[in-house]
């Protein structure tokens, strides 16, 4: 009985993540990078697209569609981190800092897929 349990969680995961892939979504590992500024927008955090390889500089992260079972108390410290690998897909949207006008990456996040593995977060400041 545990093996067919087992077997149904896994089919689950794999179709929900066959989903996100279909729905343009991808795998990201987003965390504080280390860097500092003085004047926003400030690149201090980044994603690895896990998929390409590809490492975004100064993205932010939305929140907001994750569902509330992956919203752990603790997730911003995870995420500030980058102990969790994300999925969802990567948006330009336009903000005004100090009166100028910026095009900025955000990671929009649809749900948790697992922890990151130490090689992914190579990107973060505090691996």
Same mark, same amino acid.
Request: aromatic share 8%; with cysteine; net charge positive.
């Given at each position: 009985?545990?093996?067919? +349990?087992?077997?149904?969680?896994? @089919? $689950?995961?794999?179709?929900?993540?066959?989903? @996100?892939? @279909?729905?343009?979504? $991808? &795998?990201?590992?987003?965390?504080?990078? $280390?860097?500092?500024?003085?004047?926003?927008?400030?690149?201090?955090? &980044?994603?690895?697209?896990?998929? =390409?390889?590809?490492?975004?500089?100064?993205?932010?992260?939305? /929140?907001?569609?994750?569902?509330?079972?992956?919203?752990?108390?603790?997730? &911003?410290?995870?995420?500030?981190?980058?102990?969790?690998?994300?999925?969802?897909?990567?948006?330009?949207? =336009?903000? +005004?800092?100090?009166?100028?006008?910026? =095009?900025?990456?955000?990671?929009?996040? =649809? &749900? /948790?897929?697992? @922890?990151?593995?130490?090689?992914?977060?190579?990107?973060?400041?505090?691996?």
């Amino acid at each position: 009985m545990a093996h067919v +349990t087992k077997f149904l969680l896994t @089919a $689950g995961f794999c179709v929900a993540t066959a989903q @996100a892939f @279909a729905n343009g979504q $991808g &795998s990201y590992v987003f965390c504080d990078n $280390g860097l500092r500024c003085v004047a926003a927008p400030c690149p201090s955090n &980044s994603a690895l697209d896990l998929a =390409t390889g590809k490492l975004i500089k100064g993205v932010s992260i939305d /929140i907001d569609r994750l569902p509330q079972q992956d919203k752990a108390l603790d997730l &911003s410290d995870k995420l500030y981190a980058g102990k969790v690998v994300v999925v969802g897909s990567i948006e330009n949207r =336009t903000r +005004t800092f100090n009166g100028k006008r910026y =095009t900025l990456p955000w990671l929009v996040a =649809t &749900s /948790i897929e697992r @922890a990151a593995k130490d090689s992914e977060r190579g990107h973060c400041s505090s691996r």
